[in-house]
């Protein structure tokens, strides 16, 4: 089934160097940041807007409108989107947040005899996830992008206190027990739909006949056809949704619906649980050297290998079933129960994906193939500020523009990559003055209450 997918924001933490846990908390200059982290992070945020500005720049479910499926550029660029993109972009993004809680943190465990801890990490900790929560509503009431995942990261920053000295075998342990308990209930909740969609095509056939309908038939027929809105929306659904996300009132009405269904109903904990298991392993992987880029070559090749070789194939087969049925839950074409299977593997795949990503990414940059990454290093830099800037610059051209639901899903990749163009050339300009980007500047302020931070950079 195809997700609406959220970007969160790992950035909110300056990384250093693990021997400078010792001097005053403050801003890292460049020559302290950790290289491998700003690169992630920068692949990250150009990667998660792939996915993002179909929601943001559509209306429809799905960015795909013809059927049945094809070799045309929105059914490839859909497919490429599901495997490589969907899930994994967003996985990247909170595994590094879990790391960089540690090394905010790091000073408050002391050492490893436990002296020296101060509880000042700890507060800045829980006044940073807090302002995380405020930017999120900003996200949703500002810049009018309710798929924003910062209030998730700042309640899942508050869960993961509880984590901070685990060592990484039992944040694996703990992050593998949420993903199988993820699974499980992706399983029943899809079984669930499966089996009302099979019920709705039986009651449908008994209206057509002038059959008696029970109550749970006609729930049954009105999921169904639901269902089939959400795969193929008519033009006048189009047409509706496109006035809404064109008129103020209509357009803030339509944000605060989302974002409340996402964050303030259960599927909110479901996403936190979700979030917590990738920052459990992100903590995992900070500790065992890897996010660092400091383990051996070849445990880069192994996550490449391994985590593409998985996540390939698990990806792989779903987008071909669903390319086969249309996209349908209920299609007759497949059995129900492969459709369970293939929905509760999802968390599994997109976390193999998301591996192979951190490792083909590593070896790139350690290996030279990406030279110095400047300008990736940059927008890692300023994730937070990029991340603004996309949810603007997208409102400012598909809301107050009115060109929401008139681009494809290849001509929305094209204006994904002329963002990244600016974002790029503002990040790279303004870092030629500041240490950190003006909304990390901002989200330092409140979690450190600090009035007078140095704003200008080192010289170079």
């Known amino acids: 089934m195809y997700r609406s997918f959220q970007c969160g924001l790992p950035n909110m933490l300056d990384y250093?160097?693990?021997?400078?846990?010792?001097?005053?908390?403050?801003?890292?200059?460049?020559?302290?940041?950790?290289?491998?982290?700003?690169?992630?992070?920068?692949?990250?945020v150009c990667g998660i807007l792939l996915m993002n500005i179909h929601a943001m720049g559509d209306v429809a479910d799905y960015p795909l409108t013809k059927f049945p499926a094809r070799w045309n550029a929105e059914w490839v660029a859909w497919g490429m989107q599901t495997i490589f993109v969907q899930g994994a972009m967003r996985g990247l993004f909170t595994i590094l947040f879990g790391a960089s809680m540690l090394i905010m943190l790091r000073r408050a465990e002391g050492g490893t005899d436990g002296t020296g801890a101060s509880p000042r990490p700890l507060d800045i900790w829980v006044r940073r996830s807090i302002a995380l929560m405020g930017f999120g509503v900003a996200q949703w009431l500002l810049f009018?992008?309710?798929?924003?995942?910062?209030?998730?990261?700042?309640?899942?920053g508050l869960?993961?206190?509880?984590?901070?000295?685990?060592r990484p075998r039992a944040l694996l342990t703990a992050a593998a027990l949420l993903t199988t308990a993820l699974a499980a209930n992706t399983a029943f909740r899809t079984h669930q739909q499966v089996v009302q969609l099979e019920q709705g095509q039986v009651a449908a056939v008994r209206l057509e006949r002038g059959l008696s309908l029970t109550a749970d038939d006609r729930t049954a027929i009105d999921a169904e056809r639901e269902h089939?809105?959400?795969?193929?929306?008519?033009?006048?659904?189009?047409?509706e949704r496109i006035a809404q996300r064109t008129n103020p009132i209509g357009l803030l009405h339509w944000s605060a619906g989302y974002w409340m269904r996402e964050n303030l109903t259960i599927t909110g904990w479901v996403d936190i649980a979700e979030s917590l298991s990738f920052m459990l392993i992100g903590m995992a992987l900070f500790r065992l050297g890897i996010l660092t880029g400091s383990a051996p070559i070849a445990t880069y090749r192994r996550m490449l290998v391994g985590g593409y070789a998985g996540g390939l194939v698990l990806r792989s087969a779903h987008v071909a079933m669903m390319a086969y049925t249309g996209l349908d839950m209920g299609s007759p074409l497949v059995p129900g129960w492969s459709?369970?299977?293939?929905?509760?593997?999802?968390?599994?795949?997109?976390?193999?994906?998301t591996i192979g990503h951190v490792g083909l990414a590593v070896m790139l940059f350690r290996t030279g193939l990406l030279g110095r990454a400047v300008t990736l290093r940059a927008m890692g830099r300023m994730t937070l500020s990029v991340y603004c800037l996309q949810s603007i610059l997208c409102a400012f051209i598909f809301y107050a523009a009115g060109?929401?639901?008139?681009?494809?899903?290849?001509?929305?990749?094209?204006?994904?990559?002329a963002i990244w163009a600016i974002?790029?050339?503002?990040?790279?300009?303004?870092?030629?003055?500041?240490?950190?980007?003006?909304?990390?500047?901002?989200?330092?302020?409140?979690a450190y209450g600090a009035p007078n931070l140095k704003g200008h950079a080192a010289p170079r």
Do not use: K
């Open 228 to 239: 089939r809105a959400s795969i193929r929306p008519t033009p006048q659904q189009r047409a």
């Open 16 to 44: 250093r160097h693990t021997a400078e846990f010792d001097r005053p908390i403050g801003a890292a200059t460049p020559a302290e940041r950790i290289h491998t982290l700003d690169v992630l992070r920068g692949i990250a």
């Open 423 to 446: 974002s790029a050339i503002l990040c790279r300009l303004w870092l030629s003055r500041y240490e950190m980007g003006p909304a990390e500047t901002l989200l330092r302020r409140i």
């Open 144 to 156: 009018l992008w309710p798929g924003e995942i910062l209030w998730n990261y700042g309640i899942s």
């Open 159 to 166: 869960f993961l206190l509880a984590f901070r000295t685990a």
């Open 403 to 417: 060109y929401v639901g008139m681009f494809s899903l290849p001509q929305l990749w094209l204006i994904a990559a």
């Open 339 to 353: 459709w369970i299977m293939a929905e509760a593997s999802f968390e599994p795949a997109r976390l193999l994906m």
